[in-house]
């Protein structure tokens, strides 16, 4: 069974730093490329990075420069580092990986960024 459990949201100021985790289990990590998402309500869930199984990162372009995904492997765990966070960032962010063609999402974690 995939399982993916995203942590690490909270309330933070703007300018202020976060980092998201993602458990995973049920799939074998290291080869599967993964992704961050988020969403706010009434609007479609977009794409905010990505990291395939070599560790190649991809970026939409309001979180270049500010926003680092990472994997660790050994522990299965995917990575959303949010630095310089603005009011808009405010959002709920989910991890997501594709298996045996069918899309994987967690709950979701919220972040809130204040002004």
């Known amino acids: 069974q995939v399982r993916l459990v995203e942590s690490g949201g909270g309330l933070v100021k703007a300018g202020g730093s976060l980092r998201l985790s993602c458990a995973t289990s049920?799939?074998?990590?290291?080869?599967?490329?993964m992704a961050w998402y988020r969403q706010t309500p009434g609007n479609q869930r977009e794409l905010v990075a990505t990291?395939?199984?070599?560790?190649?990162?991809n970026y939409t372009d309001s979180a270049k420069g500010r926003f680092t995904i990472s994997r660790d492997n050994r522990m299965s765990t995917l990575y959303l580092e949010m630095n310089g966070l603005k009011p808009e960032d405010t959002a709920r962010y989910y991890c997501?990986?594709?298996?045996?063609?069918?899309?994987?999402w967690g709950k979701g974690t919220l972040v809130t960024v204040s002004s």
């Open positions: 997501n990986t594709n298996y045996k063609q069918r899309a994987y």
């Open positions: 049920g799939i074998n990590f290291r080869i599967h490329p």
């Open positions: 990291i395939n199984s070599a560790g190649n990162t």
